[in-house]
């Protein structure tokens, strides 16, 4: 399994995921941000080329490698949401050129508690030949992912609820104020810790994953539903 691999995007996951990458082969990683970084003309010619930029720029950023992508490349979308990035790259990318699309659910502060192994992947092997998905698939299975085979329709309705749900709550608590305290109760303490998992991340990660999943609006409609029905049966009792 000894390649080369590219990351595009090294932030806090793209820092992540070249580490893990590491033990199989060279890793390169480009962030225009980071001039210390490699230049995108040498990381796009690796031999898989995962993609760990921000949603919003994603498509920007695919066009941007266009013009020095190498053709045996295989390119792999890793943002939180799938619907969106597998239409761009369908759009955008050569018709022969190799792609799948996925997102590790799981980040820095999860692995930095408990590491990698045991942790999952969705895996969406839009436009690979049979050899390539079996390579994919041994890679995530080697770093010891549980890999979930799927589509991007799927992926994006289920993230919905367990991530653009739970995230919508975390930073809800995190503009009530909510903190530790002395009185308080195991379920209190439970929603303290979906806060300070949520609010670590970038604001740009949550209005990202709330705007481009397309079934997280409905989501978010149903529970501010949910709770003003609630509101109405304690008043009325």
């Given at each position: 399994?000894?390649?080369?691999?590219?990351?595009?995007g090294?932030?806090r996951?793209?820092k992540l995921?070249?580490?893990?990458?590491?033990?199989?082969g060279?890793?390169?990683?480009?962030?225009?941000?980071?001039?210390?970084c490699?230049?995108?003309?040498?990381?796009?010619?690796?031999?898989?080329?995962?993609?760990?930029?921000?949603?919003?720029?994603f498509?920007?950023?695919?066009?941007?490698?266009?013009?020095?992508?190498?053709?045996?490349?295989?390119?792999?979308?890793?943002?939180?949401?799938?619907?969106?990035p597998t239409?761009?790259?369908?759009?955008?990318?050569?018709?022969?050129?190799?792609?799948?699309?996925?997102?590790?659910?799981?980040?820095?502060?999860s692995?930095?508690?408990?590491?990698?192994?045991?942790?999952?992947?969705?895996?969406?092997?839009?436009?690979?030949?049979?050899?390539q998905?079996?390579e994919?698939?041994?890679?995530?299975a080697?770093?010891?992912?549980?890999?979930?085979?799927?589509t991007p329709?799927?992926?994006?309705?289920?993230?919905?609820?367990?991530?653009?749900?739970v995230?919508?709550?975390?930073?809800?608590?995190?503009e009530?104020?909510?903190t530790?305290?002395?009185?308080?109760?195991?379920?209190?303490?439970?929603?303290l810790?979906?806060?300070?998992?949520t609010?670590n991340?970038?604001?740009?990660?949550?209005?990202?994953?709330?705007?481009f999943?397309?079934?997280?609006?409905?989501?978010?409609?149903?529970?501010m539903?949910?709770?003003?029905?609630?509101?109405e049966?304690?008043?009325?009792?």
């Open positions: 399994m000894r390649q080369t691999y590219g990351v595009i090294y932030g996951f793209g995921w070249a580490n893990s990458l590491a033990q199989f060279r890793v390169l990683a480009h962030d225009k941000g980071i001039p210390s490699s230049p995108l003309a040498n990381v796009a010619k690796s031999d898989i080329l995962f993609l760990a930029v921000p949603i919003s720029q498509e920007s950023s695919v066009q941007e490698l266009l013009p020095v992508l190498e053709p045996k490349t295989i390119v792999v979308d890793m943002c939180s949401v799938k619907v969106y239409e761009v790259l369908q759009r955008l990318l050569p018709q022969e050129q190799a792609f799948a699309t996925t997102h590790p659910l799981f980040g820095p502060d692995v930095a508690e408990s590491g990698i192994k045991g942790k999952k992947i969705v895996f969406c092997p839009i436009r690979l030949s049979e050899d998905e079996n994919l698939h041994t890679l995530f080697t770093l010891g992912l549980g890999v979930i085979v799927t329709e799927i992926h994006d309705e289920h993230m919905a609820r367990s991530q653009a749900l995230h919508f709550l975390g930073r809800a608590f995190g009530l104020g909510l530790e305290q002395e009185i308080s109760t195991p379920d209190y303490e439970s929603l810790r979906v806060k300070a998992l609010n991340d970038t604001w740009q990660l949550f209005f990202d994953m709330q705007r999943n397309p079934f997280a609006k409905k989501i978010r409609e149903e529970l539903k949910s709770l003003e029905k609630l509101n049966r304690i008043l009325s009792v």
